[in-house]
Structure formats: structure tokens, C-alpha cells
């Protein structure tokens, strides 16, 4: 939970060190808009692709430098992220989004969403923080915080 927020501390602080706001003045709404779609279209893409996950795809997609603070707070770098959904032991048989929002700046994304799973590890309400950074014409997930939503 440290080392992503922290993450998303420092892109903000870049941001207002060097003028941006979240569209940023360097940014036109043009690239805005289309920066948010890519990002979008990518979480479809995600969605779409969960039962049978793709090693080589999931490489492409989590940075090297990736990191994950699941529910209980453990701690999961690329490989390890990888090697649960190929073999299985990281499945979700559903996944039902509630809220989506994006927010880009420049070459970095903020995306926060609350959604219903039931997977083989959790079951519930969960918001989850990724932060993607765009390289090589490509975004990238660089870090990802996942907390459950208390039942009222």
C-alpha cells in the first residue's frame, strides 16, 4: 500500500513541479480524449481476456518494475503476478465493473475503479488504484492497489 501510493504521490508532485494539471497545458484535449480511450479500451481488453490469460500478453502488459498490494496486503512483483494467472491459482470468474475513472497525465495514467469479483483467491467488492505509464507507444501497468469495500 506504500510503495503505490507513494507512486501516485510522486507522479501528482511531478505534475504540479513542472505546471501540469490533470489535462496539463503541455497535453491538448485532443491527446487527453485519446489517451483516456487507449486506457479504456485496454481495461476492456483486460476484461475480456481473464479466463485464459496469455503469458506473453501479460509480459507486454506489467512493467518490468510492476508491483501489486492485493486485499491482504501482500506485496506481488511481475513474475509472481504472472505465474498465479497462467497457472490458474489467479482466476476470476466474473468481474463486474461499478465505476471506471481515468485520469492522464502525459505519459502516465491514474485509473481508479470499484468493481464485483468472485475469483479463486477473493470474492466481493473491491476498489482497486493502477498506475500505467506509456512506453514504446504502449501503456503498462507499473502498480496496482486492490482494497475491499466494507459491507454496510
Keep these: ?3 503505490t501510493g507513494l507512486a501516485v504521490l510522486m507522479v501528482l508532485r511531478c505534475s ?4 501540469q494539471s490533470p489535462s496539463g497545458p503541455s497535453v491538448s484535449k485532443g491527446d487527453q480524449s485519446r489517451a483516456e480511450a487507449e486506457v ?12 485464459k490469460p496469455d503469458a506473453k ?5 506489467y512493467a ?8 491482504s496486503g501482500q506485496v506481488l512483483n511481475k513474475d509472481a503476478v504472472i505465474a498465479a494467472r497462467v497457472s490458474g491459482r489467479l482466476s476470476l470468474q466474473s468481474s463486474i465493473l461499478d465505476e471506471l475513472t481515468i485520469r ?5 495514467a491514474v485509473v481508479k475503479t470499484s ?10 467488492r473491491f476498489r482497486h488504484l493502477r498506475v500505467l505509464v506509456k512506453r514504446d507507444g504502449r501503456w503498462q501497468l507499473v502498480a496496482t492497489q486492490m482494497t475491499r469495500i466494507a459491507e454496510q
Design 16 to 19: 504540479l513541479l513542472f505546471g
Design 115 to 124: 468493481e464485483h469479483i468472485e475469483g479463486s483467491t477473493v470474492s466481493g
Design 64 to 71: 518490468d518494475e510492476f508491483t501489486a498490494t492485493n486485499a
Design 57 to 61: 500478453e501479460l509480459e507486454r502488459l
Design 1 to 3: 500500500m506504500y510503495r
Design 40 to 51: 479504456r479500451r485496454l481495461f476492456e481488453d483486460m476484461a475480456g481476456n481473464r479466463s
Design 104 to 108: 492522464v497525465y502525459g505519459d502516465v
